[in-house]
């Protein structure tokens, strides 16, 4: 068997998308898995989630480090590389990235965003597709690069905007899509590496 791309899974909360990627690698044929789930946050629901299925859940608390950045990012930098990963994703990561870190897995670090870019980059995506009256919203999974969410678009989904939508209706149906969408963009990715 082809050796497998050793993935990485940066998040910050509950890791939903984390999830999907979890259970994508866990069919035979994915050509990546998921080595390591690391969060800024030793509170995060998704560090129980990555352990509960065997994979390697670490915490590396950003608050010791205070407003030094980029010391929490070398911390987290030399995790990955102790481990061996080769692409980094990031799924609920919710920390502003310096340079340091963009820079040192530039072109190895994706990221999902819950809005067709380049629209609506940053946060509230789904109540400023509405709020303009959007007919259409969904999700994008990008290269990272220094500026927020502006990176090489990989893929898209679209999902449409029904009358009565609410933000968080629209939401989750954005979710079910970024959930197909984040496993699919990986394996095209790191067949092409």
Not at 63 to 87: C, M, N, S, T, W
Not at 106 to 124: E, T
Request: aromatic share 4%; glycine share 10%; with cysteine.
């Amino acid at each position: 068997m082809t050796q497998r791309t050793k993935v990485a899974v940066l998040i910050s909360g509950r890791g939903s998308n984390m999830e999907a990627l979890v259970r994508a690698a866990q069919d035979p044929a994915c050509p990546f898995e998921v080595v390591l789930v690391l969060s800024n946050k030793p509170e995060a629901g998704g560090l129980v989630t990555a352990a509960e299925a065997g994979i390697e859940a670490l915490a590396v608390d950003q608050r010791p480090f205070g407003k030094d950045r980029e010391a929490h990012e070398r911390a987290i930098d030399a995790a990955l590389r102790a481990r061996g990963v080769e692409v980094v994703a990031l799924a609920g990561y919710m920390r502003i990235l310096t340079p340091f870190l963009v820079e040192a897995w530039a072109g190895r670090m994706l990221n999902i965003h819950p809005s067709l870019l380049p629209k609506y980059p940053g946060l509230d995506t789904h109540g400023r597709a509405l709020a303009a009256g959007e007919v259409e919203a969904g999700c994008t999974v990008h290269l990272v690069t220094a500026g927020v969410d502006e990176g090489p678009v990989l893929g898209q989904a679209r999902v449409p905007i029904l009358p009565g939508d609410t933000e968080h209706m629209l939401s989750d149906r954005v979710l079910e899509q970024e959930h197909q969408l984040y496993a699919a963009t990986l394996a095209e990715f790191v067949r092409g590496l």
